[in-house]
């Protein structure tokens, strides 16, 4: 079945950096958009960025010029590396891939940006 995993979240101080991490098992990964999405307390989960099987990259206004996102196809695994991070950046952050029309999550890893 898939399986998405994340890791790499923790605790950075305002302007500190995070690579967080999504490994991924259960489907033909390369030839799938994956997106990273994240859910802060009190708010609604949001998306933060898209990588398509071609590489092509796609970013919320929130995570221009801050975030990259990437894919390792050969390690079927999606990557955000988060610089300049912000307070309001504290939230969980999820991987996700929409596959014959059905949204698989992984658990989620927890960012905490405090000084």
């Known amino acids: 079945q898939v399986q998405l995993v994340e890791s790499g979240g923790g605790s950075v101080q305002p302007g500190g950096s995070l690579r967080l991490s999504c490994v991924t098992s259960g489907f033909a990964f390369g030839f799938w958009p994956m997106k990273w999405y994240r859910s802060a307390p009190g708010k609604e989960r949001e998306?933060?960025?898209?990588?398509?099987?071609?590489?092509?990259?796609k970013y919320a206004d929130l995570a221009k010029g801050r975030f990259t996102i990437s894919r390792d196809n050969a390690k079927d695994t999606v990557y955000l590396e988060m610089n300049s991070l912000k307070p309001e950046d504290t939230a969980v952050y999820y991987c996700n891939v929409f596959r014959n029309n059905l949204n698989f999550w992984g658990r989620g890893t927890q960012v905490t940006v405090a000084s």
């Open positions: 998306w933060v960025a898209t990588i398509y099987s071609t590489g092509t990259m």
